[in-house]
């Protein structure tokens, strides 16, 4: 049994983070593998017998959800081809498996609970929610200056030079009369950046809605996100509106 992990170059290809991943992940020990595969064993359907020598695991604090212990895990299966990679959260009690959707992590603040002791904590949340969502139509990138752009290859100086004036560091606005905190963020759609203001929820709450002929409420959850006040700043840039790799595990979650 190995008590480590050959860094071989089938190794590296199939562990790398996506551009621009806010987290800050760390190796794991074998024990830590060890313990890891005991407590997940059984609890994905169709999820592979992993061995902790077959297996990359890192793990990410997430300072958000750090009164409950919960981490972000990363973990890659070394002896299979792509798709290869898992994310899962997990704390002493609980396991969560993402598949890249809101509902996941709005799922993850409804049990184990979300706080947030400063702003720049709900900045880092939001990056993290973004980076890790992906919707139907492809997912927002949250981008603080012009290397933070996921530039294609043919991408000229002349292109990036053109968002750096346009590209801003992450802005906390404060809670405002809807009982949310807001931010406003540079942020991109497929190929369009867009100047954008970020409403977040921070506990269980009534917004209030109106349509052409009534007011209505709906109720947004603990960390629930809106994008407001969408402001076009730039298309058809000479960017990929599809970083996601093939090596991303997406699972087939079943709603509780």
């Keep these: 049994m190995f008590t480590s992990i050959q860094l071989t170059d089938h ?20 024990k830590e593998r060890l ?84 702003p720049e904590m709900m900045m880092a949340y939001a990056k993290f929610f973004f980076h890790y969502v992906r919707g139907q139509l492809g997912r927002f990138v949250v981008v603080e200056n012009a290397n ?42 497929k190929t369009a950046l867009f100047k954008t203001d970020i409403a977040i929820a921070l506990t269980e709450m009534p917004i209030q809605r109106q349509d052409d002929y009534t007011i209505y409420e709906e109720t ?3 960390g629930q996100l809106e994008l407001l006040n969408e402001e076009l700043l730039v298309e058809d840039l000479p960017i990929t509106d599809n970083p996601y790799r093939d090596d991303l595990v997406i699972p087939m979650l079943t709603q509780e």
Excluded at 17 to 29: A, I, M, V
Excluded at 74 to 98: C, G, M, R, V
Excluded at 152 to 171: H, R
């Design 148 to 189: 933070e752009v996921p530039w294609l290859a043919s991408a000229t100086d002349i292109d990036k030079l053109k968002l750096t004036n346009l590209v801003e560091p992450i802005i906390y606005q404060g809670k405002k009369a809807d009982g949310r905190e807001y931010l406003t963020a540079t942020v991109i759609f």
């Design 35 to 118: 313990l890891l595969l005991v407590k997940i064993k059984g609890k994905l359907p169709d999820c592979p017998d992993f061995q902790p020598d077959q297996i990359r695991l890192q793990t990410a604090k997430l300072d958000f959800y750090q009164a409950s212990g919960t981490n972000a895990y990363k973990l890659s299966h070394l002896t299979e081809n792509a798709p290869n990679q898992y994310l899962f959260f997990a704390n002493d009690k609980e396991i969560h498996w993402h598949d890249y959707t809101n509902q996941a992590i709005y799922n993850i603040n409804a049990t184990t609970g979300i706080h947030f002791d400063s």
């Design 220 to 222: 947004h959850c603990p």
């Design 11 to 30: 190794y590296q290809a199939s562990h790398r983070s996506l551009p621009n991943d806010p987290l800050q992940w760390q190796e794991t020990t074998f």
